[in-house]
């Protein structure tokens, strides 16, 4: 791989939905291609903020993440004007763990964090994130949860609450996130993650030949 190409890694979700900032950095940008795969595997998908599981706010973090990005993307024609592409891996619902009237919750009575509150991403906060990059999603759909494991019995409630109702908009607002049709890829188990990373960055690689 050119040394040319360097990434950085952040996560979602390391901190509590109620205070700022819920981006969390795992490796600045880099060429050094082994220390970014060490870096990797130090990557804990569910850190559980306030001991409960959750606290993903995309349109926070990708805010923050945008601060970090260039005023402007690049035509990759040089190193100081890079071509930039920012991949999204989610699965493009939005978890809180502050009441809001606004949006369906669940209370977890005496759980820290007590509700959880969900909504669809938002895709408007893609847009300004745009001018300075490229945006690439890979879309990690929820599997339905059935009582008793058993679709006889139907959704299991939390299911039914906080994610079903978002079924349809989710891929719709994921789809709208990305810079064009080619950069939105659906993965659902481990082995098309991957295919879908790799999807992804050949076509960054062969960008000045994407078309919207």
């Not at 619902?93 to 669809?120: H, K, S, V």
């Amino acid at each position: 791989m050119s040394a040319r190409v360097q990434f950085a890694i952040y996560t979602m979700g390391a901190g509590d939905s109620s205070g700022a900032n819920l981006l969390k950095q795992v490796s600045g940008l880099s060429n050094n291609y082994s220390g970014l795969l060490s870096s990797v595997t130090n990557i804990d998908l569910e850190p559980g903020a306030q001991g409960v599981i959750g606290d993903t706010d995309i349109e926070d973090a990708m805010t923050a993440l945008q601060a970090k990005l260039p005023s402007t993307n690049g035509s990759g024609a040089t190193q100081a004007n890079a071509l930039n592409f920012v991949f999204i891996v989610t699965d493009g619902l939005d978890d809180f763990d502050t009441y809001n009237y606004n949006l369906p919750c669940l209370n977890n009575g005496p759980l820290p964090g007590g509700y959880r509150c969900t909504q669809a991403l938002n895709d408007s906060v893609c847009t300004s994130m745009k001018v300075s990059a490229n945006i690439g999603v890979i879309y990690t759909p929820y599997l339905p949860l059935y009582n008793y494991n058993n679709s006889s019995y139907g959704y299991y409630v939390s299911y039914q609450d906080l994610v079903a109702q978002y079924a349809s908009t989710i891929p719709a607002n994921l789809q709208a996130c990305a810079t064009n049709s080619s950069l939105y890829i659906s993965a659902s188990d481990g082995p098309t993650l991957v295919s879908a990373m790799m999807t992804l960055f050949g076509r960054a690689m062969n960008s000045p030949y994407l078309k919207s």
